[in-house]
């Protein structure tokens, strides 16, 4: 959340109204102000040093928290997110110091899309994995582990379900479950891919995109087989793969995203895999 500044030069200048958080400095008096939405308080403390981009307080409070200096003022929290950690394997995470609330998104691993096993035609699309996203308070010097769900893989039978992505905090697991691999090639019928995860204890919890839909034979008098692979099912990152006219299917691009369903239009008796998922994905904002 940005925060709005004005500025004063004229002794003894007090605002006359501010808005709720909004700040202003008479930089003569050394003297901060805060607007709560209804009236103007006057800061304790003494503005030790300011430029362009910061001013630093010396003994004051607001709102009862003793201001010690400008990163760890309760003024901070108002600041937004600066920095960025990307994972894409399992490990931990250490809090830097001054670091009082993250916000995290977590991505299940994609399911994968079910393969041909010599002479099937066409193959459903894998779900793709859930996302949670939650804004958490978290303690400098702790660390956190986590979990990276892998993407499902691909063979020539059953698509594989992807991992789940999860994160423990304090007493709350945040979990965004993978994405369900297709279901076996099941002859002329309509066949649905795998399901989209889901995610829990977020915010906002989104489940993924489903794996496409299918046929079993495109052209059912002729039993060409002619078609696509049903597609990957798309993530909060991005779509999953396209489906193919002939051959294996492809993996997922965005992370947890689903792996596309082989196709066979010249019903051959080769056997080739569906498309592997892709794997699930942790960003932490501090």
Known sequence: ????????????????????????????????????GTSVQTLTGTIASQNANNVNITGGTIDGVNIT???????????????????????????????????ITLTGGGGSGSGLNAGDFRCAGGGAGGTCIAIVSVTAGSTYSYTIGAGGTGT??????????SITIGATTYTANGGGGAPAWAGNTMQGG???GSASNGNINIDGGDGGTIRGYSNVGGYTGEGDGGYGGSSYWGGGA?????????????????????????????????????????????
Not at 242 to 270: I, L
């Open 1 to 36: 959340m940005a925060i709005k500044i004005k500025g004063s030069s004229t002794a003894g200048a007090v605002p006359a109204s501010l808005e709720n958080r909004q700040l202003a400095v008479n930089t003569t008096d050394k003297k901060l102000f805060v607007g709560d």
């Open 69 to 103: 200096n400008s990163s760890t003022s309760p003024l901070a929290q108002y600041n937004g997110f600066t920095n960025i950690v990307v994972a894409t394997s399992s490990g931990s995470w250490t809090v830097p110091t001054g670091v009082t609330k993250i916000k």
């Open 156 to 165: 020539d039978g059953a698509g594989s379900s992807g991992g789940n992505t």
């Open 194 to 196: 795998g399901s989209g």
């Open 242 to 286: 396209k489906g193919g006219p002939n051959g294996a299917g492809t993996a997922g691009k965005a992370y947890g995203s689903g792996g596309s369903g082989a196709a066979n239009t010249s019903y051959t008796a080769a056997s080739v895999s569906g498309g592997s998922g892709k794997q699930g994905i942790l960003v932490i904002e501090y």
